[in-house]
């Protein structure tokens, strides 16, 4: 090895002497000696990562023959866009060649893609849009000193549906270290976010959904040295205020609109806010807020863990900037005897009144929903309307007014109502009026108990949910299955919840599933809670999409373990605000080209909120133009990570955006 790295530098060395003195060619013929030959496929695969199945050696990606314009390649790997290589070279590789077209498995259908080979920031090889049935074409560049190189394949334009891409007999010339597939780079955790000031701020939604006569509980979320001082004007009979803790309890008023100012102060200062209450039939006037245990806990929650959240959640900032919810995800219950599960979770599923029994990690349930009410913070619990839950547990199925009733009486303020195992009962019936049936029946049934329980439809978008879940009576409703970690579903969702953006109004939210930054488990594998993987641009535009798109904004990961620059990401007020505001617009999308995508949301102010996104690998320039905003004339433009004004602009914004980074920007118009 050590030998081939000399000659190799040594025969550099001499190529460019002897390129000036025209012997070139036998040069050329001398280094190639000193040559070891890497084909791709001997890399670590396992680092590419794209946008469906998995990378195939020697085949496409279905596993058939490599084959491009008729012609079948025996080497090579099938990918599928978007797909990302990075390999380091660490100057060792002299050149990259192989042949790239779409495989011919997809003959007329209508993908379309491009292949790009970068070697440290700079463009070496473009292929531009390439079709089905195109002749190969061929890849050939010089990587002499390159470090890093990164082997793309883009969608070219339209959607990344059949675009199957192959590099056949991609290989690399190697005169000194053998090039290795890599992670992609993960940038420095910058804290943008400045710490809350310590004079009070009111931070949380300006309007609240309540239903008549049901009780009351809000906190009233704020940041700023403590002691504070809370009041609130015109508050309506029956609402009682503690001026301490700023909670406000008692019985929801008659119907009606009250328009309420809160206000906060310290030894430093006064805030005030407008809050208007709306006692009708609505609730979640704003998207819903709050922590859901799955993503960090699965089927290891107790009551503590429960706990413990809560007491992060007032304690860390999250409450002071509105996360209200404390929500259990499954495996509260029992599961069967007969189960795998571990022995504290299985066990009789009802008693024999067929009332659901809680396993013995969940000792007393309305002890806990009071612990979690005693900070003014609200409970959520889970269930599925099949016999079993998705962790198998035991479901609502034929016991579900039973159920409802329970939850109201433990004192639990949100549902989350899945879908596992009814796929059973409905025996495979995919009509509406099937995939409607159990969310009416659990909807009637919570609106008439006496609280106000949000009802969130985890039905993974069947039957595009979005158009009928407010009608069936639930305030949310999960538009696709769970998350993952991939930036690219990430923005995929986010995409297409924008698709579908008029079903997004007060009352009625489209969910993409929760925030998975901080201490997160595997979702795929239900393990122990680890780092995010994410990197801090890719967790900023998670966050920053999430309130373009005025998702409910759930944390689910380990409270307790959340960092500073966790904390930053998920409570940085003017970024809550976006998400909170009351129009509830979510953002419609403008794609200016592969990489860079504006998500832009009108706000109830007049002004509009824009998040400028990379996706592409490389750090670009992004422009925000007037003319695909919207806009007209001057306008002030606020960097909303920063908190920071960026100054006046006259019709356009442009700023430079890290690799899956987003700048997030609002714009008010100078009068
Ligand atoms: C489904 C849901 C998840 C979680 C699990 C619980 O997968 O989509 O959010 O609730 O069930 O088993």
């Excluded at 990259?96 to 779409?102: E, I, L, N, Y």
């Excluded at 959640?313 to 571990?342: H, R, T």
């Excluded at 019936?429 to 049934?445: R, V």
């Excluded at 985890?458 to 009608?471: D, I, N, P, R």
Aim: charged content about 25%; aromatic content about 8%.
């Amino acid at each position: 090895m050590k030998t081939s790295r000399t000659l190799g530098s040594a025969a550099i060395l001499a190529i460019s002497a002897c390129m000036a003195a025209g012997m070139f060619i036998s040069i050329r013929a001398q280094a190639a000696h000193a040559e070891e030959i890497v084909p791709l496929s001997a890399l670590d695969l396992q680092k590419m990562q794209q946008g469906w199945g998995e990378p195939k050696i020697d085949q496409s990606v279905t596993g058939k023959p490599l084959a491009i314009g008729g012609k079948t390649f025996a080497h090579g790997v099938g990918t599928h866009a978007r797909s990302v290589l990075y390999v380091q070279l660490n100057g060792g590789t002299s050149r990259f060649t192989a042949k790239v077209g779409v495989d011919d498995s997809q003959r007329g259908k209508a993908a379309s893609l491009d292949f790009r080979v970068v070697g440290d920031g700079k463009t070496l090889f473009k292929s531009g849009t390439m079709k089905p049935g195109q002749a190969a074409k061929s890849v050939d560049v010089d990587l002499r000193g390159v470090k890093t190189a990164i082997l793309l394949v883009g969608q070219a334009g339209g959607g990344i549906d059949f675009d199957h891409a192959n590099w056949a007999d991609a290989q690399f010339a190697v005169t000194g270290e053998k090039p290795q597939a890599v992670d992609p780079p993960r940038e420095e955790a910058v804290i943008l976010t400045p710490k809350p000031s310590p004079q009070p701020r009111i931070n949380g939604p300006t309007v609240y959904g309540c239903r008549p006569g049901n009780p009351f509980l809000y906190r009233i979320p704020a940041t700023g040295q403590r002691p504070m001082t809370f009041a609130a004007d015109n508050l309506p009979a029956g609402l009682r205020l503690d001026a301490k803790t700023g909670i406000i309890t008692g019985v929801n008023p008659p119907r009606g609109e009250y328009a309420v100012t809160l206000r906060a102060e310290n030894a430093l200062g006064k805030a005030e806010k407008k809050f208007k209450i709306v006692s009708g039939d609505k609730l979640a006037l704003t998207p819903p807020m709050g922590w859901n245990h799955w993503y960090a806990h699965y089927g290891r929650v107790t009551d503590r863990t429960m706990r413990e959240a809560a007491d992060g959640m007032a304690a860390n900032g999250m409450a002071d900037a509105g996360y209200q919810y404390v929500s259990i995800d499954d495996c509260w219950m029992n599961a069967p005897e007969d189960s795998k599960l571990d022995a504290s979770r299985r066990g009789p599923l009802r008693d024999e009144k067929g009332n659901i029994l809680c396993n013995k990690n969940f000792p007393n349930m309305k002890a806990l929903t009071d612990y979690i009410h005693a900070y003014g913070l609200k409970a959520g619990i889970y269930t599925s309307p099949g016999p079993f839950t998705c962790a198998g547990y035991c479901g609502a199925y034929r016991h579900e007014a039973q159920d409802a009733k329970q939850f109201a009486d433990w004192g639990f303020d949100m549902l989350k109502y899945d879908w596992c195992s009814y796929g059973g009962i409905a025996k495979g019936d995919k009509s509406l009026e099937a995939l409607k049936k159990p969310y009416i029946l659990m909807g009637d049934l919570l609106e008439k108990q006496k609280r106000d329980i949000h009802l969130n439809l985890c039905q993974y978008g069947m039957g595009k949910v979005w158009e009928w879940g407010a009608e069936v009576g639930g305030q949310s409703w999960r538009t696709a299955g769970d998350l993952g970690f991939e930036l690219e579903r990430i923005i995929d969702i986010a995409m297409t919840n924008a698709k579908h953006r008029e079903w997004s109004k007060p009352g009625s939210w489209n969910d993409p599933d929760y925030l998975q930054i901080g201490y997160i488990g595997n979702a795929r594998g239900g393990g122990e809670p680890r780092p995010c993987p994410l990197t801090p641009n890719e967790q900023y535009s998670f966050m920053s999409l999430w309130c373009l798109m005025a998702s409910p904004l759930f944390y689910s990961g380990d409270v307790p373990k959340l960092t500073d620059f966790d904390l930053n990401i998920l409570c940085n007020a003017e970024v809550i605000e976006i998400d909170q505001d009351p129009l509830g617009q979510c953002a419609r999308t403008v794609v200016l080209d592969d990489e860079a995508v504006l998500f832009v949301k009108e706000m109830e102010d007049g002004s509009k909120a824009v998040g400028l996104c990379n996706r592409g690998e490389m750090e670009i320039e992004i422009a925000a133009k007037w003319s695909d905003l919207g806009l007209t004339g001057k306008q002030r433009v606020r960097d909303l990570w920063r908190q920071k004004d960026l100054g006046e602009f006259s019709d356009s914004f442009t700023a430079n955006v890290g690799r899956h980074g987003t700048f997030l920007i609002r714009l008010w118009p100078v009068k």
